[in-house]
C-alpha cells in the first residue's frame, strides 16, 4: 500500500507553473534569461569554480534535461583563472552579454567582475570575445554583477566591499551604465549589512536581482553566509525615483525568503527572477540544499541546488515570496496582482 501510495504521489502530472525541482543539481547562483522566441537561456555557478557553460530549453522545467554547453573556460595563469563565480546571461541591443565574477590563478580572493560577448543569434554558438574587467569603485572584492534597463538608461548592480567607515565584508552598488562593459562615475551603495539576519557567519549583502512592477523597481538581494544562514532580503524604490540616491531605497526590516528546516530548504539565496511560458506569471530562480549541516566551508560543499516556483503579489502590489509554502504549492495560490503592474 505505501509503495502504491507512494507511486501515486509520484506519477502525479505537474500543473501549470508547477516545476520538477530542482532543475539543476550542483548549480548555484542560477540565472535565466527569456529571449523574444521563447527560449529560455539558462546560466549558473558550477561547482568547480572553472568554466561558464549554458543551457537552453523552450520550457523552464525543460532546463532539467537540457544539455550543459560550455562556452568558456578558465585561465592558467593571471587574471580570470580561478573562483569563476555567478554568471548572468543578458541580451542587450541584440548583442550577449556574460556579466561573471572571477579570482586569479594566483590569488583566488582577488575577485573582480569581468564580461564576455557574444554577436550569435544564439549564444550557445558562435564565439565569446573576453571584454576584460568592468572596473568600478572601490573595486576591492568586486562580483555579482547584474544589469536592467528603466526609463531608457542602463543601470549595472553589483557588490564590492563596504564604506570604510563600516565594519562589513560587502554591499551593494549602482550605477549608470555608460555602455554594456563601462560604468559612469558616479556609484552609491544602496544597501550595506546591518540587521542580524544579514551578518550571520558574514556581513554579507549580495547577489541582486531586479524585477520592476507595479510602480517600483524591487532588488533582491542575499545576506549572511552560505550555509543556511544564507537568506533573501529586499530592497525597494518607487519607479520614478532617482535610483543612484541611497535615500531613494528602503529595506524590509526582515528576510523575505530563508530557511525552512520543515521544507528541508537550506540557505535560499542568490535568485533571478524570470516569466513563465503563459508570458505573465513571474517566476523565481534560485539555489538551495536540503540539508543543514555542512562539513568544512559551506563555499565548497557543490550541493546548493537550482529550484523555481511562481513569486505571488499581495493587494498592495509587494511581492510575496510564500515562505511556508513548497514551491509547487506557490502555482496554486491565489495571486492579488495590481493591475498597475507591467511587463519588464
Known sequence: MLLLSGGAVHAQKLKKNQFNNPLALQRADPHVWKASDGTYYFVATVPEYDRLEIRSSKTINGIKEAKPVVVWRKHEKGPMGNHIWAPELHQINGKWYIYFAAGSAEDKWKIRKYALSNASADPTQGEWKEEGEIVSQP???TLDATTFEHKGQRYMIWVDRGAPDKVTNTSLYIARM????????KQVIITQPEFAWEIQGHRVNEAPAVLIRNGKVFVTFSASATD???????????EGADLLDTASWHKLPEPVFYTNERLKRFGPGHNSFIVAEDGKTDIMIYHARDYKDIKGEPLYDPNRHTRARVLRWTKDGMPDFGQELEDNEMALKKTKRSKKAKKQ
Open 139 to 141: 573595486n576591492q572584492f
Open 178 to 185: 555608460t555602455s554594456p562593459t563601462t560604468l559612469d562615475d
Open 228 to 238: 543556511a544562514n544564507y537568506c533573501l532580503g529586499l530592497l525597494w524604490a518607487e
